[in-house]
């Protein structure tokens, strides 16, 4: 299915070190949080630090979920295209902002 080569790559060690190097995102790959390089991060450093005081969030407004929902349909029934990626991107970034 799409979806999961999809998650796949983006959560995959060589995806999250390149998004690391090119926007200094922290990674969420075990493999890829464990380089060298990530790990000397001042930024990185920072987060880590952090992780004391927080907390999982439960609660999340309630059409947070509806622009996923809606590229998670699409690529399931098969309606989903590549070239359509920035108005479902868009969708989900507005939808986000609403929601705050």
């Known amino acids: 299915m ?28 075990k493999a890829a949080a464990a380089n ?3 790990t000397s991060d001042p930024n990185v450093q ?3 630090a952090q992780q004391e005081f927080a907390h999982a969030q439960t609660a999340v407004p309630a059409n947070f979920w509806t622009a996923p929902n809606t590229l998670y349909t ?3 029934d098969g309606s989903f295209t590549l ?3 920035a ?11 609403a929601s705050q």
């Open 46 to 48: 920072a987060l880590v």
């Open 2 to 29: 799409a979806a999961h080569e999809l998650a796949k790559y983006l959560s995959g060690e060589e995806s999250q070190l390149a998004r690391f190097e090119e926007n200094g995102i922290a990674p969420c790959n």
């Open 87 to 97: 108005t479902y991107a868009k969708t989900l970034n507005d939808s986000i902002k």
């Open 83 to 85: 070239e359509e990626i």
């Open 74 to 76: 699409a690529m399931q």
């Open 36 to 38: 060298s390089k990530v």
